[in-house]
């Protein structure tokens, strides 16, 4: 059985730091994904990366503020998330696929296991 957990959340300042933790059990985990749901909005993609680490993705909105990197020794993958801005404001998710998969997903459908996610609070 496939359980993630996130951790790492919290309250920070605009302009301040945060890494997410997604710790991965179980077989059959391929790519990561992050996303973000903020209150009365849809989910959304944040970033990805590929079992091998040799490919990752992100949305623009987080380009060159957020990397993503994956310690596959530790089944953990972290979310560096720098110069936050209110806007950030969510709680995150973090999602596995199940299959291999040349093309990182970004969509909440192409993933098949899902984490409780963390909340990420950034104060103006």
């Known amino acids: 059985q496939v359980q993630l957990v996130e951790s790492g959340g919290g309250l920070v300042q605009a302009g301040g730091s945060l890494r997410l933790s997604c710790a991965a059990s179980?077989?059959?985990?391929?790519?990561i994904g992050w996303f973000r749901q903020a209150p009365g909005k849809e989910r959304e993609f944040e970033a990805a990366?590929?079992?091998?680490?040799?490919?990752?993705v992100f949305t623009d909105s987080v380009k060159g503020r957020f990397t993503i990197s994956r310690d596959n020794a530790k089944n953990t993958v972290y979310l560096q998330m720098n110069s936050l801005k209110p806007e950030d404001t969510a709680v995150y998710y973090c999602?596995?696929?199940?299959?291999?998969?040349?093309?990182?997903?970004?969509?909440?459908?192409?993933?098949?296991?899902w984490g409780q996610g963390t909340q990420v609070t950034v104060s103006s």
């Open positions: 999602a596995a696929s199940g299959s291999i998969k040349v093309v990182l997903g970004i969509k909440v459908n192409e993933y098949d296991y």
């Open positions: 179980g077989w059959g985990i391929y790519n």
């Open positions: 990366i590929s079992r091998n680490c040799g490919r990752t």
